[in-house]
């Protein structure tokens, strides 16, 4: 009669895993990009495979580790962002547009709109805010982490705190008011109603667009509802009008809501656009537009 083995995890496998949820956001805030973060979380897992000494606060412990090691991330691609062709946004996870049900969950997420102010702070501002105020992270681990004193990271994230509060772009309303004003702002560009688009875009609305140096896109924000919408307008009644069996589907990003763009240039060339919008008092504040193909994580749905 045979007998059935069963292998069962580690102790240190079962706690780790436990706890991978929680350290893949910590690293998502930081890097920008999942599969980073995920990058991030699994060298913390080597690393906490390999200890031999007792570890009291796992969660503590791994927290300090992941950081550090995305505060080494951080530093190395400020490097390679310096020379990045035109505007830098966040790698795109893009989902279908989602249920009710599962919007609860979405309200968890953090914005395109925070990460892209995010990407604006120095790695160590950026690892201090997003420790002790997204995490509440005591400021004595936050200076383990950075190599400094609880007084210095304390500083960081004080200046962090106001560069977000300084810049970030206002986004308050929810997933279906978000939508709403989005499908106003698509009707609008496509008939050319430049007054019906006036009315959906805020005075100080920004649009910034992300082609990598691969897909042609404007390589500086383009700001104020006038040129906005004159840059809009231009684009899905003139250029866009070259595409072929072009599909435009609602998505969801980062919890916000946004629309996906498909279709095919006369060249047989692909198009893929993913728009999203930050949304406050109805009216669109800012619209990031990925057109880079390496940074569009295309949910199962498409």
């Given at each position: 009669?045979s ?7 580690s ?5 780790f ?13 930081m ?6 973060a995920?990058?991030?979380v ?7 495979a ?6 009291h ?10 950081a ?18 035109g ?9 279908p ?6 919007r609860?969950e979405?309200a ?5 709109a ?12 950026r ?5 002790h105020?997204?995490?509440?992270v ?14 210095a990271a ?9 560069a ?6 206002r986004h308050?309303a ?10 106003a702002?698509?009707?609008a560009?496509?008939?050319g ?6 009315a959906?875009?805020a ?14 896109t ?8 006038d040129?906005?919408a004159r840059f ?12 072929t ?7 969801v990003?980062n ?16 198009l ?15 619209i990031y537009?990925?057109?880079n ?5 295309l949910?199962?749905?498409?």
């Open positions: 009669m007998r059935r083995i069963c292998f069962m995890p102790p240190s496998a079962v706690e895993e436990a706890q991978r949820s929680y350290l893949t956001a910590v690293a998502y805030r890097l920008g990009s999942r599969a980073e995920e990058d991030a699994q060298e913390a897992w080597l690393r906490y390999q200890q031999t000494q007792e570890i606060d796992v969660r503590g412990w791994l927290t300090t580790v992941t550090r090691i995305c505060l080494d991330q951080l530093n190395s691609a400020r490097v390679r962002r310096t020379a990045y062709p505007e830098w946004l966040p790698v795109y996870v893009v989902k547009d989602a249920d009710p049900a599962d609860a979405l968890d997420q953090i914005s395109i925070l990460l892209v102010v995010l990407e604006k702070l120095t790695a160590e501002q690892v201090a805010f997003v420790l105020d997204a995490f509440g005591p400021f004595d681990e936050v200076a383990t982490v950075l190599d400094s004193t609880p007084a304390r500083q960081h994230a004080s200046r962090a705190r106001k977000v509060a300084d810049g970030q772009v308050t929810g997933l279906a008011e978000q939508r709403r004003v989005l499908n702002f698509l009707a560009a496509q008939d109603d430049m007054r019906t688009l006036a959906v875009l005075p100080d609305v920004v649009a910034i667009g992300d082609g990598g140096g691969v897909v042609r404007a390589l500086r924000p383009v700001l104020g509802a040129k906005v809009f307008t231009g684009l899905l009644t003139y250029r866009l009008a070259e595409v069996d072009i599909k435009v589907d609602p998505v990003v919890g916000s809501a946004g629309m996906m763009l498909r279709g095919t240039w006369p060249d047989g060339s692909p893929l656009v993913v728009s999203v919008v930050a949304v406050a008092d109805g009216r669109i504040t800012g537009n990925q057109q193909p390496d940074k569009l994580v949910g199962s749905a498409f």
